[in-house]
């Protein structure tokens, strides 16, 4: 993974990082006094986070995860702990209102307005949700018929979850201000909280917005931007 740029010496300025790194930690992630922790089920990823932070150590973790929209189901998984000790937690509830030991939260992400397609990307690498669907609504075409070439009809769907109200509104107004048109509903209820989906057909144009310079820049976990590419080459547009 290429790195365009150094550890930003200022985490609560607006940067690509930081803005990158706060959206993971909305998303999945928390601060506690004295603490702040990002969570990511990608190696990679979890490396670049670590870099952006200046965190020495990542922990390793096999973890049983609910599904997002039925916590009936679950399923195995690495996941990827990153922390930041001292006063950070402290900083970021008061610059950016994250919420700060389970209090509620402000979400002012505005100081990353330069930078919402990174602040947009981290949250979807979070708490969003990939998957394809075909015209019948059934599951579409295997991996080795996608490496094809195939396409078949159907649509991406995106959609967020989040036990937290004011995240997944935060996150709707960054969708609201980007330059990509990305209509959305209203949040819904969820076993785990609640969420809300993007148009399902101003994901492509978002997708191919939101991973956009990556390969130069190196902020993004590499299988959800695989997914969502393999998931938007399925689809003829």
């Known amino acids: ?50 870099a952006i932070a200046g965190a020495d150590q990542i922990d390793r973790r096999i973890l049983e995860r609910e599904y997002a929209h039925d916590t009936a189901i679950t399923r195995k998984e690495d996941e990827y702990v990153v922390q930041v000790l001292g006063d950070l937690a402290d900083r970021a509830g008061a610059a950016l209102g994250l919420p700060l030991e389970g209090q509620p939260g402000g979400y002012r992400f505005d100081v990353f ?26 599951v579409g075409i295997s991996a080795s018929e996608a490496s094809r070439g195939s396409t078949e009809q159907g649509s991406v769907v995106v959609s967020f ?10 996150v709707q107004s960054v969708l609201d201000r980007i330059p990509v048109d990305a209509p959305h509903d209203d949040l819904a209820d969820a076993s785990s909280g609640y969420w809300f989906g993007v148009d399902d057909d101003s994901v492509p144009a978002l997708g191919e917005w939101v991973y956009e310079g990556t390969d130069e820049s190196g902020l993004f976990a590499p299988p959800r931007r695989r997914k969502l590419r393999k998931s938007l080459d399925r689809i003829e547009r």
């Not at 609560?12 to 990511?40: I, K, M, N």
């Not at 949250?123 to 394809?132: A, S």
């Open 113 to 138: 307005a330069d930078h919402d397609r990174q602040l947009l990307r981290g949250l979807l690498e979070g708490c969003g949700t990939v998957c394809f669907k075909s015209d019948d609504e059934a």
């Open 1 to 50: 993974m290429s790195i365009q740029s150094g550890t930003p010496k200022d985490l609560l300025a607006a940067h690509p990082e930081t803005a990158y790194f706060w959206g993971r930690v909305a998303a999945d992630g928390e601060c506690e006094d004295g603490c702040v922790t990002v969570r990511t089920n990608d190696e990679t990823a979890a490396h670049r986070l670590a």
């Open 161 to 170: 979850v989040h036990d937290d109200e004011r995240l997944l509104r935060a």
